[in-house]
């Protein structure tokens, strides 16, 4: 644990004052950052518990996100202002919509959806890259009051037939491709291939050919994006309740099974709205670039809605860190975009460090508008912390967040002056999150002690209210382990100043390159192979991705199947189940798994291991000799941080 640290300086009163206005009266706190939206009907209560006892914000409110994202700046000044900038070095375009044309598209787009029958309430799947369209059709399901459910364009057909049928939607928007570097990756094939196997079938899918790649359509049930245009007018904003379904992001969990994170339309765009000053220190005109896919939650709330919301100007970046063309390209976007602020991932920074560790990219321009970096989705190591910061000498800014939360929980909120005193923390609790450390028992740690990281009830607007469909999962992943607390999934500890530290998931989900994966579902379909008794799968960690899985495990009696092949038919195996994201590259065959004497496998310690960290063995594990087993494998396959020299 770092010693309590010098250099903290005193905490603004301004984040003193609203942080514990949030926490000592919520509904006071969130009731006056309502006023910050146009509501088409104001909320008769801010804060109630429903049917299941689960808190709702905002009951009796209506609106509608699409209007406060476009139409309310269309009508208030905005509407030549620029909305969104599309920058794809892949395609080599540059596109620039203003509020007024993206309205537009949106209304459009959203009457030719009304006229396939989709109407508030009705669920649509969005399978599409990083694309306008994939955006204009996210905003036109809010302008109907349809539920959207945004699937990450690299996962493959298994798991996005998964999503289909819990989301069972009316249409399925998608695209004739994606773009991987100089790669073309046909998406209209994965779809048809995940609606070959789903058992809901959508009534129909809209197409949008991209010129690089023609889909094959199937008459009378894909129909072709741009010729829909052609034939429709379009559609108004419908009014919906606060409590009322904005998307579904689905998420990986500990099974095979994602969870559907709900979002609903009141509470998101309140907190949003408030978050873009007070945690990103941003004004209405400013430019804001989250450097994120739409299939993430990032990709929702701070490429999409919460720029929009706030009257920014919002950049939609398809191509990578590097080779598109180069290493510089983040910092040729913000020069020639003003962007103000950027938000990115760890992993994509120490991208950019591999190939160019001297930063020569970054000499080509002067970056006056960029403020801030603001980073998340994985912790940040030091090293990458200060590389970025003495190259940009800018505040750096670690932030952690979550799918279910949707937007930050711990953060340096600079719009109330605080910055980050030095590396390795997420910083000060958000307003409205009561951050607290828990130890086994559910009491609060004292400081410097590290346990589960978890949220008291009530959690602030914005926040998953439910699963979709499925409130007993609800209850049982996140609120019934420590009673009155939301459970984060995450392990870390408070230092005495109050400060967060994340030190790691304590489930089954792993994060590879800022994507987050269940290794719990790749253990899943490792052990369907017929070879295999029983296997694990742990992250371990990637300098570049940060963490990625590998496979081990014990081949059943007789089996003699090599250690290459089996590695190969896995490698394959998810990789055509859950998609080449996952980065699953080592399988490795062992005599037996480390268990406790109760069965329970110790997947930590073969990650210790892997990492070459420090270990206790546990008093109660079965068969101490097989770490050695597992060490001396890993070191002969020169696999794990530990082994690579
Ligand atoms: N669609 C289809 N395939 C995809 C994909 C997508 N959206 N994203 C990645 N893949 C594929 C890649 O093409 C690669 O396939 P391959 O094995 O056939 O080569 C595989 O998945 C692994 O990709 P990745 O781990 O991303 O490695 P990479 O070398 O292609 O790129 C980085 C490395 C660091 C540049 C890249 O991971 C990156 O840009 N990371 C930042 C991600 C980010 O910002 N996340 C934040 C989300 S909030
Ligand atoms: P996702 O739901 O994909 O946003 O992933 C959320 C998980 O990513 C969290 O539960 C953390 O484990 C991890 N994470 C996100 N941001 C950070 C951060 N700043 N520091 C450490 N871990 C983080």
């Keep these: 644990m770092p010693e309590t640290m010098e250099t903290k300086t ?18 006071g706190f969130w009731g006056e950052q309502a006023g910050q939206i146009a509501w088409y009907k104001q909320p008769e209560q801010i804060l109630t518990t429903d049917e299941n006892g689960f808190y709702r914000w905002f009951k009796g409110g209506k609106l509608n996100t699409a209007y406060l994202a476009l139409d309310y700046h269309v009508e208030n000044g905005r509407a030549d202002q620029t909305a969104l900038i599309y920058d794809s070095p892949v395609t080599n375009t540059i596109r620039k919509y203003s509020y007024r044309e993206l309205r537009d598209m949106v209304a459009r787009f959203a009457g030719a ?32 009051g349809a539920i959207h459910s945004v699937v990450f364009g690299g996962f493959a057909p298994h798991e996005l037939c998964v999503r289909i049928d819990d989301a069972k939607p009316k249409i399925v928007i998608s695209a004739s491709c994606g773009i991987e570097f100089e790669k073309h990756i046909p998406y209209k094939p994965l779809l048809d291939k995940a609606l070959e196997v789903s058992k809901h ?20 049930r894909d129909l072709d994006y741009m010729e829909l245009l052609q034939n429709t007018g379009p559609a108004d904003c419908v009014p919906v309740d606060a409590h009322d379904p904005l998307y579904i992001l689905y998420t990986s969990g500990t099974t095979g099974k994602p969870k559907g994170i709900v979002r609903d339309n009141g509470g998101h ?12 220190g941003v004004d209405p005109g400013d430019v804001f670039w989250a ?23 919002t950049v939609l970046f398809e191509g990578k860190p590097v080779r598109t063309p180069d290493a510089g390209t983040f910092w040729r976007i913000i020069k020639q975009h003003d962007v103000k602020v950027l938000f990115t991932a760890p992993t994509a920074i120490r991208a950019i460090k591999k190939e160019d560790p001297e930063g020569h990219h970054k000499r080509r321009f002067d970056l006056p508008s960029l403020k801030y970096l603001f980073l998340a989705g994985e912790r940040c190591d030091v090293a990458t912390y200060y590389w970025v910061k003495d190259l940009l000498r800018v505040p750096v800014i670690d932030h952690w967040w979550q799918t279910e939360s949707g937007w930050p929980m711990v953060a340096n909120m600079v719009g109330y002056g605080l910055v980050p005193p030095e590396p390795g923390s ?28 978890a949220v008291k009830l009530p959690l602030p607007p914005g926040c998953l209210p439910t699963l979709w469909e499925d409130d007993e999962r609800f209850r049982k992943s996140y609120l019934d382990r420590f009673p009155g607390y939301y459970m984060t999934g995450d392990g870390g500890y408070m230092d005495e100043d109050g400060y967060i530290y994340i030190m790691g998931r304590i489930d089954d989900v792993i994060n590879v390159s800022g994507h987050r994966l269940s290794t719990g579902e790749m253990e899943e379909m490792v052990a369907a192979h017929h070879a295999v008794a029983e296997c694990a799968v742990v992250g371990i960690a990637d300098e570049l991705r940060g963490q990625r899985p590998i496979g081990l495990v014990v081949l059943k009696d007789g089996q003699l199947i090599k250690e290459e092949q089996l590695e190969q038919e896995l490698v394959a195996l998810i990789r055509e189940k859950i998609g080449a994201v996952a980065y699953f590259r080592n399988v490795l065959v062992v005599p037996r798994l480390p ?16 990492d070459g960290d420090h270990y206790a063995i546990p008093s109660t594990i079965d068969d101490p000799a097989i770490l050695t087993e597992i060490h001396d494998k890993l070191k002969s396959r020169s696999i794990g941080k530990a082994f690579i020299l």
Aim: glycine share 10%; hydrophobic share 40%.
């Design 10 to 27: 005193k905490k603004p009163s301004a984040y003193v004052e609203a942080y514990g206005k949030s926490i000592a009266d919520p509904e």
């Design 113 to 144: 959806m009304s006229g396939l029958g989709v109407s508030k309430g009705d669920t649509v799947v969005i399978y599409m890259p990083v694309i306008p369209e994939a955006v204009v059709a996210m905003l036109a399901c809010a302008r109907l």
């Design 201 to 220: 079938q959508p009534d129909h899918t809209i197409i949008f050919q991209r010129p690089y790649v023609e889909a094959a359509m199937q008459p009378g």
């Design 269 to 280: 765009a309140v907190a949003l709205k408030y978050s873009m000053q007070a945690v990103y």
């Design 291 to 313: 450097a994120s896919d739409v299939g993430w939650a990032v990709g929702h709330s701070y490429l999409v809605y919460a720029p929009l919301i706030h009257g920014c100007t």
């Design 426 to 453: 997420a910083g000060l609790p958000v307003c409205g999150y009561k951050v607290e450390i828990l130890g086994e028992d559910g009491k609060e740690l004292i400081p410097a002690q590290e346990g589960y990281v």
């Design 595 to 610: 268990k406790t004497r109760s069965g329970k496998i110790l997947r930590k310690i073969m990650r210790n291991i892997a």
